[in-house]
């Protein structure tokens, strides 16, 4: 199984960001069964102040070329993104329209 690891900003609005943790609470079945059906086994989501930070285990399955092809047919998670990007802001210096952005691992015990 691969790891990949992700961060974000939210917009630096505590309502915006209670309001963003309370969707995460509540996702909807067809964003999990899309989350599932792409490969991805374990999905998590840290935060601190308004910075995200997601963990994906995924298996052999996965590619993010393919769950960035089957999302973009998905009306469904079309509809979540857009709803989440209310909340969610770019990080500096990322190219315009990307949203969750890779990290590269630098240190391993």
């Given at each position: 199984m691969d790891r990949y690891c992700l961060t974000l900003d939210l917009k630096d609005d505590p309502k915006l960001i209670a309001e963003y943790e309370a969707w995460h609470q509540k996702?909807?079945?067809?964003?999990?069964?899309?989350?599932?059906?792409?490969?991805?086994e374990n999905m998590q989501i840290y935060r601190f102040a308004n910075r995200l930070f997601m963990i994906m285990e995924v298996n052999k399955k996965f590619s993010f070329e393919?769950?960035?092809?089957?999302?973009?047919?998905?009306?469904?998670?079309?509809?979540?993104?857009?709803?989440?990007?209310?909340?969610?802001?770019?990080?500096?210096?990322?190219?315009?329209?990307?949203?969750?952005?890779?990290?590269?691992?630098?240190?391993?015990?």
């Amino acid at each position: 199984m691969d790891r990949y690891c992700l961060t974000l900003d939210l917009k630096d609005d505590p309502k915006l960001i209670a309001e963003y943790e309370a969707w995460h609470q509540k996702v909807w079945p067809e964003i999990i069964h899309s989350i599932r059906s792409s490969g991805i086994e374990n999905m998590q989501i840290y935060r601190f102040a308004n910075r995200l930070f997601m963990i994906m285990e995924v298996n052999k399955k996965f590619s993010f070329e393919k769950k960035g092809i089957a999302d973009a047919g998905n009306s469904k998670v079309q509809e979540w993104e857009e709803l989440m990007w209310n909340y969610q802001q770019a990080i500096p210096g990322v190219k315009a329209g990307e949203k969750w952005v890779l990290m590269n691992k630098i240190f391993e015990l």
